[in-house]
């Protein structure tokens, strides 16, 4: 899949979106006071499902549970597209003093979500308004990215066999990259995660008798530092992973030894090899540490999101999207490998395509209760989605798309 050389063509995607520009940004902070967590997200869905209805798509609501799938046709090609945004927000309490701040207690969005859905929104309506393209665009609204696998939720509800496409997109804002700075990569982009739960046991008693006890909190304490040597000494240097005890929970008071502490551990790692060889590292050694001590350990590891891989073909057209629309200084083309994890990782297992990055500047970082969406991103991102869709289906027909860098409504 190529990129052909074609004349310099101007048209009006940047002007037009311009023009929206207020209407979306004042879009985006309601989506951002009126913030809902992962499979709740009712009133953003039956906005967005309104809005996409009223510029003319065929919606379907409820797809994995509160998903939204916008499909809009033109011509008579049979190649398709799909573009993904996620809608959820997070369990936090927002501290950004903002007028247009959560008005939801403890819910926010602090990851951008209600910027995704905004950017979609906006190229969704150009692309109705305008029909520059031949074949089919999906607008795909994902619930609940946030730890709640909507994306496989949606697979599981027929996703890609109820919307077939030939190609799927999504993206993120990056905090601390430069305001509209692209960024793409190929192969593993983003970290598995898995969740490990264990839990050390013993026997309580008084503080003042250790002797007579069995301590989970010694043996807990020993397990922390042992399991720092997984990275350090069993994984190879040359492989990327991360394994963080993030709680150590047990005890009620000072003078009383407790039956048990639980511990709770994030694990990524870019390499379903080093995953596995971590699982066995982890299970192990909380087996010999607790034994150690006397105690023993029960141990749950439910498995989180893949490893997203990024395809090679899909994500060189995107990089090539983006130089030839904005230019070459606007694109990193191999931008760095990001441990956080992204459920987008089992879209792109059932259909070839990529995710990438566009930077929301210096924000406060994502999860954050200060962070804010860059709404100076806004049109930018929804001018890539507009040139993607055009260009991707264009070279789908066999035809060269209309726009070069010489000629795009870059500024």
């Not at 350090?232 to 929970?249: C, F, K, M, Y």
């Not at 987008?344 to 999860?367: K, T, W």
Request: with cysteine; glycine share 10%; net charge negative.
């Amino acid at each position: 899949m190529t990129i052909h050389q074609a004349a310099p063509v101007k048209d009006d995607v940047a002007s037009t979106l311009l023009a929206y520009r207020d209407e979306f940004v004042a879009l985006r902070r309601k989506l951002h006071s009126e913030p809902e967590m992962g499979f709740r997200e009712v009133k953003t869905s039956a906005l967005v499902a309104e809005l996409l209805e009223t510029w003319g798509y065929d919606v379907t609501h409820g797809v994995g549970k509160t998903g939204v799938v916008g499909t809009l046709r033109n011509g008579d090609s049979h190649a398709s597209i799909g573009i993904r945004a996620d809608m959820d927000a997070l369990p936090i309490v927002e501290a950004t003093g903002l007028a247009y701040a959560s008005t939801t207690s403890g819910t926010m969005h602090a990851c951008g979500h209600d910027g995704h859905t905004t950017i979609l929104l906006a190229a969704a309506r150009y692309l109705a308004e305008t029909r520059k393209f031949s074949g089919t665009f999906r607008a795909i609204f994902q619930p609940s990215e946030e730890g709640g696998a909507g994306a496989r939720a949606m697979i599981n509800d027929g996703l890609f066999d109820r919307f077939p496409v030939d190609g799927i997109f999504g993206l993120h804002n990056w905090p601390g990259v430069p305001t509209g700075q692209f960024g793409f990569r190929s192969g593993p982009t983003m970290a598995s995660v898995d969740l490990v739960i264990i839990r050390v046991i013993g026997k309580g008693g008084h503080g003042a008798k250790p002797a007579q006890t069995v301590d989970p909190v010694v043996a807990a304490a020993s397990l922390v530092l042992a399991l720092q040597t997984v990275v350090s000494r069993n994984v190879d240097p040359l492989e990327t992973a991360v394994v963080t005890v993030g709680t150590i929970n047990g005890g009620i008071a000072a003078n009383v030894i407790p039956d048990s502490v639980e511990l709770k551990l994030t694990v990524r790692t870019f390499n379903e090899a080093v995953r596995e060889q971590i699982k066995a590292r982890i299970i192990a050694l909380a087996e010999a540490q607790a034994g150690s001590y006397g105690a023993r350990v029960e141990i749950s590891y439910p498995r989180g999101y893949s490893t997203l891989v990024n395809h090679e073909q899909e994500t060189a057209f995107a990089r090539q999207v983006a130089s030839r629309h904005f230019g070459e200084r606007r694109v990193e083309t191999d931008f760095r490998a990001i441990t956080a994890s992204e459920d987008f990782a089992f879209m792109l297992q059932e259909r070839p395509g990529s995710y990438l990055f566009i930077g929301n500047g210096d924000s406060a970082d994502l999860h954050s209760p200060r962070y804010d969406f860059n709404d100076n991103i806004l049109v930018d991102a929804a001018r890539f989605w507009v040139h993607l869709v055009q260009d991707y289906l264009a070279d789908r027909n066999g035809k060269n798309p209309t726009l070069s860098a010489e000629g795009s409504d870059a500024p």
